[in-house]
């Protein structure tokens, strides 16, 4: 489909400094966890429970307090084993070995007692994906809701199924998984990623993370934000997983969901960074990017 125009908007870099100004909330130091915020991650699969795995861990390396994690019957044991700070629910699955659609009213359930919630992870069915998101969007009412992987696709045929979220709705995709939102070609996103970011803010009335070299975050009404923190080592399996999480994470903590974005992007990036200048750009895991998120979080807005 032929671009009818280029976008006009000029994106603001994500800095240290930038963000230093932008601070993120910070508990009481009189508070416990609940202060902390809740999150709860929905995902993973027989084939693929280590992915829910990274990105609930990586939510709570970003500062949140209590974690629930929704997976799979088959993997919940596993992932409760790994994750020994959650609290995790075993859902009902389909033959593949993925989370069945008619888990969405438990899933809600639990939805109502977090401040974030976090779809897709380790899903692998899009079908499936896209039939439980179909039944538990509109069931979330008052968290922030980050979708990620193939909970995204479902929105390709049903645009405004996210617009009842009031802008508290996250997008993680990459450029071929845009394409398939917008029904473009990957290459059309690939030669003009702004435009596509910001007619994705519009068109679901979300906050959109395109990821890339160069990830854009949008959010509707024209506000862009660009990062190039980040290298080539960032590519890996389970990267995109660490970066929900954290994304998870910090709006649980009560971040606005551009700014939960534009955080982990930046994190996220600077992570791989000090992980490639010990260890070499190709070769970290992307559980290697955890440990780093806390104390860059505390030193963000000083390392200039």
Same mark, same amino acid.
């Given at each position: =489909?032929? #671009?009818?125009?280029?976008?006009?908007?000029?994106?603001?870099?994500?800095?240290?400094?930038?963000?230093?100004?932008?601070?993120?909330?910070?508990?009481?130091?009189?508070?416990?966890?609940?202060?902390?915020?809740?999150?709860?991650?929905?995902?993973?699969?027989?084939?693929?429970?280590?992915?829910?795995?990274?990105?609930?861990?990586?939510?709570?390396?970003?500062?949140?307090?209590?974690?629930?994690?929704?997976?799979? #019957?088959?993997?919940?044991?596993?992932?409760?084993?790994?994750?020994?700070?959650?609290?995790?629910?075993?859902?009902?699955?389909?033959?593949?070995?993925?989370?069945?659609?008619?888990?969405?009213?438990?899933?809600?359930?639990?939805?109502?007692?977090?401040?974030?919630?976090?779809?897709?992870?380790? =899903?692998?069915?899009?079908?499936?994906?896209?039939?439980?998101?179909?039944?538990?969007?509109?069931?979330?009412?008052?968290?922030?809701?980050?979708?990620?992987?193939?909970?995204?696709?479902?929105?390709?045929?049903?645009?405004?199924?996210?617009?009842?979220?009031?802008?508290?709705?996250?997008?993680?995709?990459?450029?071929?998984?845009?394409?398939?939102?917008?029904?473009?070609?990957?290459?059309?996103?690939?030669?003009?990623?702004?435009?596509?970011?910001?007619?994705?803010?519009?068109?679901?009335?979300?906050?959109?993370?395109?990821?890339?070299?160069?990830?854009?975050?949008?959010?509707?009404?024209?506000?862009?934000?660009?990062?190039?923190?980040?290298?080539?080592?960032?590519?890996?399996?389970?990267?995109?997983?660490?970066?929900?999480?954290?994304?998870?994470?910090?709006?649980?903590?009560?971040?606005?969901?551009?700014?939960?974005?534009?955080?982990?992007?930046?994190?996220?990036?600077?992570?791989?960074?000090?992980?490639?200048?010990?260890?070499?750009?190709?070769?970290?895991?992307?559980?290697?990017?955890?440990?780093?998120?806390?104390?860059?979080?505390?030193?963000?807005?000083?390392?200039?």
């Amino acid at each position: =489909m032929a #671009r009818q125009r280029k976008s006009a908007i000029k994106p603001r870099p994500l800095t240290s400094s930038l963000l230093s100004r932008w601070p993120l909330p910070q508990p009481d130091e009189d508070g416990d966890k609940e202060d902390r915020g809740r999150v709860l991650v929905v995902g993973g699969s027989r084939e693929m429970p280590g992915a829910v795995i990274l990105a609930a861990t990586a939510a709570l390396r970003a500062g949140a307090g209590k974690l629930r994690i929704a997976t799979a #019957r088959s993997v919940a044991q596993l992932v409760a084993s790994e994750v020994p700070e959650a609290r995790v629910f075993a859902l009902p699955e389909t033959k593949g070995g993925d989370i069945a659609p008619s888990a969405a009213k438990k899933i809600a359930r639990q939805a109502e007692r977090v401040q974030a919630v976090l779809v897709g992870p380790g =899903m692998i069915d899009d079908r499936a994906a896209g039939r439980l998101m179909r039944r538990l969007v509109s069931r979330i009412t008052l968290a922030a809701l980050v979708v990620d992987a193939a909970a995204l696709f479902v929105l390709a045929r049903h645009a405004d199924a996210l617009h009842g979220l009031d802008g508290r709705a996250i997008l993680t995709p990459h450029a071929e998984e845009m394409g398939k939102l917008l029904g473009e070609d990957e290459s059309a996103i690939e030669s003009d990623p702004m435009l596509a970011a910001e007619r994705a803010a519009e068109r679901f009335q979300s906050v959109i993370v395109l990821k890339g070299r160069r990830t854009l975050i949008a959010r509707p009404g024209g506000e862009v934000y660009s990062n190039r923190t980040g290298n080539v080592g960032l590519a890996t399996s389970g990267s995109g997983d660490v970066l929900a999480g954290i994304i998870a994470g910090l709006a649980a903590r009560g971040a606005e969901p551009v700014q939960a974005a534009a955080w982990a992007v930046y994190l996220h990036g600077r992570a791989g960074d000090r992980l490639a200048k010990r260890m070499g750009k190709l070769g970290f895991l992307a559980r290697e990017l955890l440990g780093e998120i806390p104390p860059l979080m505390n030193s963000c807005g000083r390392d200039k």
